[in-house]
């Protein structure tokens, strides 16, 4: 019998095992959440990079447009001007001089009024016949006195015109003829007619606006700031003036109270300075899925990470129970978890290594304009987040079976619909190497069985998948199928899967059906195989189905594994399995209004921008109980479905079903009730079913899956 005193170190050794427990966990979580960091900064700084650049461009091209018709519009003045001094005679007569100018006018709409000035005999001609006052002295004005001091075109500061009063610029050229100096050709252009040239290039998330020398607007989305008679805004004056003195892109908040980054660009011929303006969210939104799949695949991990250290710290604390029992079984426990967070360590780090690789790709292909590539990176991001999601799936069947939480649900079944799955399956799994598949089957009159289907599929496809992944480019699978009946009320079914791949040696047989086993000393055996968790599963779903296992397998001659399972005879059909009714799988039925309870941000938002992409109305709440309430304040039928998550504060989603379910309104028993879930356990689904859900989705959400329950359940 143990002393106390030999009890101690056991105890001792225990709490030290639970310590390094939490402080694994908490170092874990900590790199997980530096790497979200770094990632998030490293994304902000690219993209403001990128948008920067974008938005320069996008300036430069306004200037481009601003300058060319500035520049046509001086080209038609020294054309005209030209004209004249070749032929002098065409403004010698004043009459003729008006009616040659208004078609010069009627030429080009562009033109609000042209003129020529200082010639001998008069003072004006304008194309509408218009004289100037007697104190009219036009060597005062810019347009004048900048021609007769310019060899080309001069194109004056904007002004407002004296006959209409609105803002104008105009633009000049001394004229000479062969008996020296004519006079000033002229030509002024409303500013509107600019305006219209700017705003056809606006965007739902972009505009621009022009700004002259001395501050002033002269147009503007927001009309306020729009150049008048009556009034003049001064940038200096706006929410753009920081962007306006600043040297590069400027984050502010707009006249209409949005995001957006501003950017200004500098016209030597017109000596005007255009700003333009990108909403925020047009630069930032692209990038909401990287984002999303970053922040995922981290909450998943931490979430495994969490579940593991609890699985440990469960272990040890049964253990302090019995210090006698504690000492071997800490010892085991601490060989178990350094082999389980090593293994485990591993198969996280592999996928998650690959998003933060294609996650530096797909920001260089974004700054690069590389779109087609930039779509690989993210479909290879989501790939390496579903085998994260595949892993996590195991772990918990694995937990699942070895707690006894894990319950068989046998149900009618039938032989034909299962090997039409499973050729379908075989050709899937065999397109990319190549694989040639046989299948044999010889099955006795009875067509239908009691069995759980998904637990037989999941056995069938871990074999499959192994077969397939373990075998040559061009190599055989076999799979052969039998049933037997040993009495009235039972047969043995029997399956095997026959492969010409590497195979395993006798050693590793003996270990092949523990949890991360994988032969590593087989030459031919690659490390991004698999995680070594499918045959443990395999083998606790035939135990607990109550059936046998057997391998025959040699080193490089390939492997086959029978698997025999005793089911029960009935003569009851199967249920017939929904195949949807051919609608589309991103669309719901037109008018649809929804209540979403869901207390997570970010699955809120995914769930929103699923429902808003089907043009599904929503409407949140944060809990249970508010769910309750909204929809007890909410007109009768308002809501054509509610989509409840189950894990919630304040009220889960089962509590919050069966609320609605006791009203008294007349559509609570009849409004349809849809869980929303990560918990795929069928104990979830029966719970669900007893608080009165109508359907059972599990995340991540797949808008396919959503469109079709509210097809089948608005009908």
């Given at each position: 019998m143990k002393s106390q005193a030999d009890a101690k170190p056991t105890a001792h050794s225990v709490s030290n095992l639970e310590r390094q427990a939490k402080r694994s966990r908490n170092v874990i979580i900590a790199v997980f959440a530096a790497m979200l960091i770094f990632a998030t900064v490293a994304l902000t700084v690219l993209i403001g990079g990128e948008a920067e650049t974008q938005t320069t461009l996008t300036a430069k091209a306004y200037e481009n447009q601003l300058d060319g018709w500035m520049r046509q519009q001086s080209t038609i003045v020294e054309m005209y001007s030209h004209i004249i001094e070749a032929d002098p005679s065409l403004v010698e007569n004043y009459d003729e001089a008006v009616a040659w100018l208004h078609s010069v006018k009627l030429n080009y709409p562009d033109i609000s009024v042209c003129y020529?000035?200082?010639?001998?005999?008069?003072?004006?001609?304008?194309?509408?016949?218009?004289?100037?006052?007697?104190?009219?002295?036009m060597t005062t004005r810019e347009?004048?006195?900048?021609?007769?001091?310019s060899d080309g075109v001069y194109i004056t500061e904007p002004y407002i015109d004296v006959q209409s009063g609105l803002p104008c610029c105009t633009i000049s050229k001394a004229v000479y003829g062969s008996d020296g100096y004519i006079g000033v050709f002229a030509a002024d252009y409303f500013l509107d007619k600019l305006v219209s040239i700017m705003a056809?290039?606006?965007?739902?998330?972009?505009?621009?606006?022009?700004?002259?020398?001395?501050?002033?607007?002269?147009?503007?989305?927001?009309?306020?700031y729009q150049l008048s008679a009556e009034h003049a805004t001064n940038i200096s004056d706006t929410e753009f003036a920081s962007a306006f003195d600043a040297q590069g892109a400027v984050h502010i908040t707009d006249y209409a109270g949005r995001k957006v980054?501003?950017?200004?660009?500098?016209?030597?011929?017109?000596?005007?300075?255009?700003?333009?303006?990108?909403d925020s969210w047009?630069?930032?939104?692209?990038?909401?899925?990287?984002?999303?799949?970053?922040?995922?695949?981290?909450?998943?991990?931490?979430?495994?990470?969490?579940?593991?250290?609890?699985?440990?710290?469960?272990?040890?604390?049964?253990?302090?129970?019995?210090?006698?029992?504690?000492?071997?079984?800490?010892?085991?426990?601490?060989?178990?978890?350094?082999?389980?967070?090593?293994?485990?360590?591993?198969?996280?780090?592999?996928?998650?290594?690959?998003?933060?690789?294609?996650?530096?790709?797909?920001?260089?292909?974004?700054?690069?304009?590389?779109?087609?590539?930039?779509?690989?990176?993210?479909?290879?991001?989501?790939?390496?987040?579903?085998?994260?999601?595949?892993?996590?799936?195991?772990?918990?069947?694995?937990s699942k079976i070895d707690s006894g939480r894990i319950e068989l649900r046998p149900e009618p079944f039938d032989y034909g619909d299962y090997?039409?799955?499973?050729?379908?399956?075989?050709?899937?799994?065999?397109?990319?190497?190549?694989l040639n598949f046989v299948v044999d089957t010889q099955h006795s009159d009875v067509h239908y069985v009691l069995v759980d289907p998904v637990r037989l599929r999941q056995i069938a496809l871990n074999l499959l998948s192994n077969a397939a992944k373990f075998s040559p480019e061009g190599g055989t699978i076999t799979y052969t199928s039998r049933a037997v009946p040993i009495d009235d009320n039972t047969l043995r079914f029997t399956f095997s899967v026959a492969d010409e791949g590497i195979g395993m040696s006798d050693e590793f047989q003996e270990h092949m059906f523990e949890a991360f086993a994988q032969e590593v000393d087989n030459p031919e055996h690659d490390a991004s195989m698999g995680t070594g968790l499918g045959l443990a599963i395999v083998k606790r779903m035939v135990d607990l189905m109550g059936g046998t296992i057997a391998v025959d397998s040699k080193l490089g001659a390939g492997t086959t594994i029978e698997v025999s399972l005793p089911l029960q005879i009935t003569d009851a059909p199967p249920k017939p399995s929904?195949?949807?009714?051919?609608?589309?799988?991103?669309?719901?039925?037109?008018?649809?209004?929804?209540?979403?309870?869901?207390?997570?941000?970010?699955?809120?938002?995914?769930?929103?921008?699923?429902?808003?992409?089907m043009g599904v109305d929503v409407e949140h709440a944060a809990n249970g109980a508010e769910a309750v309430s909204k929809f007890e304040k909410s007109e009768i039928g308002e809501f054509q479905a509610i989509f409840m998550d189950i894990q919630m504060p304040t009220?889960?989603?089962?509590?919050?079903?069966?609320?609605?379910?006791?009203?008294?309104?007349?559509?609570?028993?009849?409004?349809?009730?849809?869980?929303?879930?990560?918990?795929?356990?069928?104990?979830?689904?029966?719970?669900?079913?007893?608080?009165?859900?109508?359907?059972?989705?599990?995340?991540?959400?797949?808008?396919?899956?959503?469109?079709?329950?509210?097809?089948?359940?608005?009908?």
């Open positions: 020529l000035n200082d010639t001998a005999s008069y003072r004006s001609i304008t194309d509408n016949g218009y004289i100037p006052p007697d104190d009219f002295d347009w004048y006195v900048g021609a007769r001091s056809s290039s606006y965007t739902d998330s972009e505009y621009a606006f022009i700004v002259a020398s001395d501050g002033t607007i002269l147009n503007h989305p927001n009309p306020a980054l501003c950017t200004t660009t500098y016209d030597s011929l017109s000596r005007l300075t255009l700003v333009v303006a990108r047009s630069i930032y939104g692209p990038i909401l899925p990287i984002a999303i799949s970053l922040i995922a695949a981290f909450a998943i991990c931490t979430a495994l990470v969490y579940l593991l250290s609890r699985r440990l710290l469960e272990a040890h604390a049964e253990a302090n129970r019995s210090l006698d029992a504690a000492r071997e079984q800490a010892e085991r426990a601490n060989a178990a978890k350094t082999e389980f967070l090593s293994r485990i360590s591993h198969d996280i780090r592999t996928p998650i290594g690959a998003i933060l690789n294609l996650t530096d790709f797909a920001k260089r292909d974004l700054a690069e304009g590389n779109r087609a590539a930039l779509a690989k990176d993210i479909t290879d991001i989501d790939s390496s987040g579903t085998y994260l999601l595949s892993l996590i799936n195991d772990v918990l069947d694995i090997l039409s799955q499973i050729k379908i399956l075989m050709d899937s799994l065999g397109a990319e190497k190549g929904s195949q949807g009714d051919g609608a589309d799988e991103h669309v719901a039925p037109a008018g649809l209004r929804v209540l979403l309870a869901e207390d997570n941000l970010i699955n809120t938002e995914i769930a929103k921008r699923i429902f808003s992409d009220m889960n989603g089962f509590e919050a079903a069966a609320a609605i379910r006791s009203s008294s309104r007349s559509d609570a028993a009849e409004v349809p009730i849809i869980a929303m879930t990560a918990d795929a356990y069928a104990e979830a689904q029966d719970k669900a079913a007893d608080a009165g859900m109508t359907a059972f989705l599990t995340k991540p959400l797949e808008p396919a899956k959503i469109a079709q329950v509210l097809h089948d359940l608005t009908k």
